[in-house]
């Protein structure tokens, strides 16, 4: 049929348009139209031989442009949904609803509280969802491109064409959206995108999706709805009114990669990582999981870091299901799951949220704001409503979908100063002519606020490294609102004065006391994170001074100062047991080495030292607060030796540690109260792997030290620690 002489047909230019895949509304050429008294039907089909319409059992007529099919009728011989049954060149039939017969499914309101930045649930429109018209299923999708000229959806159920599927805009609100109908879950997807300015075309993968395909390949996967029954809603009651801050909290940082492989080398399942992880915190008595991210992203060696699926655990270790059944066990035997989240800069692949629709969308376009030059990323555009929304949505969609106890914020520093890590002239300052982000600091408080509104009970940590006040105090009194921050200054002191040959040590005592000047201004977690045993820094054991036997003492003397010290605790995976080598994220640990005594000693004393935080008051429930705290003495550095109590109430505990070789026979020390005095832990114990000098208790005595009406006499063992208790 000759299309120019055909009237009420779409013109040749606007057919043009669909066929080079450039019209930014298809909705106003195909589909179903009115024509005066008759009804019209134009369908695009590329490599169709012929078509017909099913509920009207009539063909469609070929156009002299290819791949182009008309009908026309009466407007009652035809339903308001129908189906097109058409032929390819190579003789395959296929049938399908018209995609293009379907009104708008995408709210106002949800497009209005999005382009305000106010929808905390915006991964439920945006993405790719099982959706149902009028009894008919297909998949939703929906996509944020404001730049764009023309949007398609593009898998593998039509070949990755980009002409086949184009969607309709919505507005101003710079979303995209389509109904496929008869599309099922399990479909592989992206978005093609030609922006508007350049006309060049750009393949991106869903922002929104909700799982992806194992790297390398990028493609997401769209999702049935979940129907994951949860078996942990004790666990939920309780989180919701528990005192969070009075509770012993030490936390086993894992990745998941590494922590354990599969026979063949091979990434262990949620499932399986479920089997075996859960049972080996449980005995190890930690009170939390901290992942690092699991949110899917293409290189192993970032480590989860640089992500591109914000809304997606990743496939490497199986389903979400699987991840939520992960969580779900956890609870079920008394564990919290934190996840590490990036919400600072994102990587710069072009198949993710890079230059999403040909242009700077997600980032600022001046790269002295918008780039990490550290890093090789690019920085959230945090001013913008939309970008803001999609992190918002990210960390309410983990903290809801999969019930998270809490998010540890990396690189919280970043976020916050315009200037971190650059060079004078390399950046912009703000409004007021400072280094501030202040559209990093507003994201930040309203990230705490919607988060603990929403779900009350689940943390948010900052790795924050710098002095910025208030980190964790409420955006009411002027703070950011985090819940705690990784306590970075006390974390580089005590590992500095840790490397120190203990002859050395008397003059780096500051070191070991400094800390408690600032230890109760922000609510701290003591990290000896996945940072400190990477990059040439060595492991925890190969960071301390002496010989073997004082390498294992050093370490097991750090770990009871970790555990009696004010603040959350934090341990990477493998230095429980005092792995020798650093971390490598594309190995399992080196779990052989638990069969030579002194890394069983290691971890006996950590696992020890869990289950005495935990069963002591004394040691966990004023850890942000001076309360909880005093010193015995120290001044002593001439023997490098420190103590100090800690406090709930009426109960204390009393540490002493001995930071040299030595060993300190009769040592006199302070204490507040009459009694016996037992050891409830000495890090020296052969049972760790020491050399068990020490006594089991002492009485005190009415001889007034160091401040205090008594004192007692004991043996310091050497590089060790003791805890003990009144009876």
Avoid at 385 to 410: C, Q, T
Wanted: glycine share 10%.
């Amino acid at each position: 049929m000759d299309i120019t002489r055909s009237a009420g047909l779409p013109s040749a230019a606007e057919l043009g348009r669909i066929a080079e895949a450039r019209h930014h509304d298809p909705f106003a050429v195909l589909g179903r139209h009115g024509e005066g008294e008759q009804a019209r039907v134009l369908a695009y089909l590329p490599g169709a031989a012929a078509a017909r319409l099913v509920e009207a059992d009539a063909p469609l007529q070929p156009l002299d442009r290819e791949g182009f099919f008309l009908w026309r009728g009466a407007p009652g011989s035809l339903p308001a949904h129908y189906r097109i049954a058409w032929r390819d060149a190579g003789g395959q039939e296929h049938l399908a609803y018209d995609p293009y017969c379907f009104a708008p499914q995408l709210g106002d309101f949800d497009l209005h509280l999005f382009g305000e930045g106010r929808h905390w649930h915006a991964y439920r429109f945006l993405g790719a969802h099982p959706h149902e018209v009028d009894g008919i299923h297909g998949l939703r999708f929906a996509v944020w491109a404001p730049n764009a000229e023309r949007v398609s959806v593009i898998g593998d159920f039509n070949r990755w064409d980009g002409r086949r599927h184009p969607m309709r805009a919505r507005g101003g609100s710079g979303v995209w959206e389509l109904f496929i109908p008869d599309l099922a879950p399990g479909a592989l997807y992206k978005y093609e995108i030609r922006n508007r300015e350049r006309g060049s075309i750009h393949v991106r993968t869903d922002p929104y999706g909700q799982a992806f395909e194992l790297r390398p390949g990028t493609a997401a996967r769209a999702l049935e709805t979940s129907g994951y029954a949860w078996g942990d809603g004790d666990w939920m009651q309780q989180r919701r009114q528990a005192d969070w801050q009075a509770a012993p909290m030490a936390i086993y940082e894992a990745h998941l990669a590494s922590w354990q492989r599969s026979e063949d080398g091979g990434f262990l399942s949620y499932e399986t990582l479920a089997e075996r992880l859960i049972p080996y915190v449980v005995e190890q008595g930690f009170t939390h999981i901290e992942l690092l991210p699991v949110t899917e992203h293409p290189l192993d060696a970032s480590w989860g870091y640089q992500t591109t699926g914000y809304f997606a655990p990743t496939s490497r270790f199986g389903e979400p299901d699987g991840f939520r059944a992960f969580v779900d066990r956890c609870h079920q035997h008394g564990i919290g799951v934190i996840l590490d989240w990036a919400p600072g800069h994102f990587p710069k692949d072009e198949t993710a949220l890079a230059r999403f629709d040909g242009s700077p969308l997600y980032e600022h376009a001046d790269p002295r704001r918008g780039e990490h030059r550290d890093w090789g990323t690019y920085i959230f555009n945090y001013g913008r409503n939309e970008v803001k929304n999609f992190l918002l949505a990210s960390a309410v969609y983990w903290l809801e979908e999969f019930h998270i106890d809490g998010l540890r914020v990396d690189a919280v520093a970043s976020m916050l100063y315009l200037n971190y890590s650059r060079e004078e002239g390399d950046w912009i300052p703000n409004i007021y002519g400072g280094n501030e982000n202040l559209e990093a600091i507003d994201f930040l408080r309203e990230l705490n606020q919607i988060t603990h509104g929403q779900h009350p009970g689940t943390l948010m940590i900052a790795e924050e490294s710098t002095a910025w006040p208030q980190v964790t105090r409420p955006v009411w009194v002027g703070g950011l609102g985090f819940s705690m921050k990784w306590n970075m200054g006390w974390m580089h002191d005590t590992l500095l004065y840790m490397s120190k040959d203990p002859v050395h040590r008397h003059f780096h005592h500051d070191q070991l006391t400094f800390g408690l000047l600032y230890a109760f201004t922000e609510n701290f977690v003591l990290p000896f994170s996945h940072d400190e045993v990477v990059h040439g820094k060595g492991s925890m054991l190969h960071k301390l001074p002496g010989d073997e036997w004082q390498q294992f003492a050093n370490l097991r003397l750090l770990y009871t100062y970790m555990w009696s010290y004010p603040g959350k605790k934090l341990l990477f995976m493998g230095q429980e047991f005092g792995q020798r080598s650093e971390w490598k994220f594309d190995a399992p640990l080196e779990w052989n080495a638990l069969d030579y005594p002194p890394h069983a000693g290691v971890q006996a004393l950590v696992r020890d030292l869990n289950h005495l935080y935990r069963e002591l008051p004394a040691l966990h429930t004023h850890e942000f607060s001076a309360d909880g705290f005093d010193w015995i003495d120290c001044h002593d550095a001439d023997q490098s030796v420190i103590s100090y109590q800690r406090r709930a109430g009426e109960a204390f505990a009393v540490v002493v540690l001995n930071f040299t070789p030595l060993v300190r026979e009769r040592y006199r020390l302070g204490v507040p109260e009459p009694g016996w005095y037992r050891v409830r832990l000495n890090s020296d114990s052969t049972f760790y792997g020491g050399s068990n000098l020490g006594e089991d208790g002492m009485s005190a005595e009415a001889t007034p030290w160091m401040g205090h009406p008594y004192s007692i006499e004991l043996t310091l063992p050497p590089l060790a620690g003791l805890i003990l208790v009144r009876e």
